[in-house]
């Protein structure tokens, strides 16, 4: 690993000390809202809760692996010998990245048996897409590197394949409040989760990896992407569930009548 | 950094340390109590939550920075050559001041839409107070410290603006006990937050900043500050959303007959 300037490594140490409190802080608050929204809507945000816990846990085990892997020798961070570990992001997506499908299912509250369908076929593409990915990270070749990336890139299609066109129907079905949310959810998903393959791809790109501003931009890259893709995807679908519970409520009320909500 | 006496040194440690607490304190009790109040307000206490929750890890990571600092030579506290570091504060408060304004706010329970507009426009105005801020905060010359000073005080105006003047109607619509909270809570707010300016303009009213009796004062100035304006402000959320719950329940009692509340 390279070395680093004292600003280039409080770079990193500060972005990912920020990523910890902002998963901690959004595990707080999914589990309070949770009990504010429909009772059949919450595992959603169960969900989601769950995905920013374990992001917390590798966040710290990342801090501590950052902070070990570089010594303030005569003002400069120099390298201690203990790389980075990088495997901690890869066992954090194997858990998180099909909860996160599984909660965007989950919030579009379609019929129970088709829901189930859908949610088993996008979780085993997710968990495919990061376990063809992790040998290709590993890999000594750019070649193997380029075969393992490929293969990662078709279960995300077809995630991709069944968000945009397979859900259309359901997500149609929304309230108008919703479905401008869930379409939102959509493109902030494909957005955030289009930024892993670019990094992916670097070391075909670029000939030396090893260089200090480009470590610093993937791993301040990664935290950016993670809080984009789970703290802010989880708010955005507590947004989601909140817009169908009120969307809901002139016509609870009407069926409820007189006692109702508390 | 200058050298400090044992009682200097420890009176920053223990204020620090009792900050910790009374946050995590702070933490337990507003989630808690959030389900205390009615469910269209119980966002007001779930922010609450998320500000003290975030300021403990904050003050968590100042009091490891602040430890690490000194080191006890001969019977005072010599500097160890590693700053304390100022910045988790600011990284603190661009995550919490955004949420402090938005929980009033969402107490005062205003029509939706336009409740979302005036969220949104201070939750700008208090992240743009924050980052406008911190350069100066970093400057080398005074000049530079009064110039971002000057334009970090144009949306703390502004905030004010708001709360003071465009809000006069929400506040008024309130039922009586929960108006004169509301107004406390503005002179609270306004109140702490004036503090952080005074401590900003120090340096350009003192000439040397690094003495000890400066150096203690402006920690322990923090420490107070900040647990007035997230523990003190939380805790008055809460009387307003129970005043206001109080005072609505006759109207309830007498739509839901007997069963009713629990």
């Known amino acids: 690993m390279p070395e680093l300037t004292t600003a280039q490594f409080d770079l990193v140490f500060n972005a990912m000390s920020f990523t910890i409190v902002a998963m901690l802080a959004s595990f707080a608050f999914f589990m309070m809202v949770r009990e504010d929204i429909d009772q059949s809507l919450r595992i959603a945000l169960t969900l989601s809760s769950i995905v920013v816990g374990v992001a917390a846990y590798f966040y710290f085990r990342m801090f501590e692996s950052w902070k070990s892997a570089y010594a303030l020798v005569n003002g400069v961070y120099a390298f201690t010998g203990r790389t980075f570990n990088n495997a901690y992001r890869y066992a954090d997506w194997l858990l998180t990245v099909p909860l996160l499908v599984s909660a965007l299912v989950s919030i579009l509250g379609m019929p129970r048996e088709y829901a189930r369908g859908v949610n088993f076929r996008l979780m085993v593409a997710a968990i495919l897409m990061i376990v063809l990915g992790y040998p290709g990270e590993i890999a000594n070749t750019t070649l193997s590197r380029a075969i393992w990336g490929a293969l990662s890139t078709i279960p995300f299609v077809y995630i991709l394949f069944v968000l945009f066109s397979e859900l259309g129907p359901a997500i149609g079905r929304q309230p108008a409040e919703a479905q401008v949310l869930v379409r939102n959810i959509r493109i902030l998903l494909m957005g955030t989760w289009g930024f892993y393959p670019l990094v992916y791809l670097l070391p075909i790109a670029v000939q030396d990896l090893n260089t200090a501003p480009l470590v610093v931009a993937i791993q301040t890259g990664y935290c950016i992407a993670d809080v984009l893709a789970k703290c802010g995807y989880g708010v ?27």
Do not use: F, L, V
Request: no cysteine; charged share 30%.
């Open 236 to 262: 955005m679908i507590y947004a989601i569930g909140r817009a169908k519970m009120d969307a809901e409520k002139p016509t609870r009320q009407r069926t409820t009548s007189s006692s109702g909500q508390d």
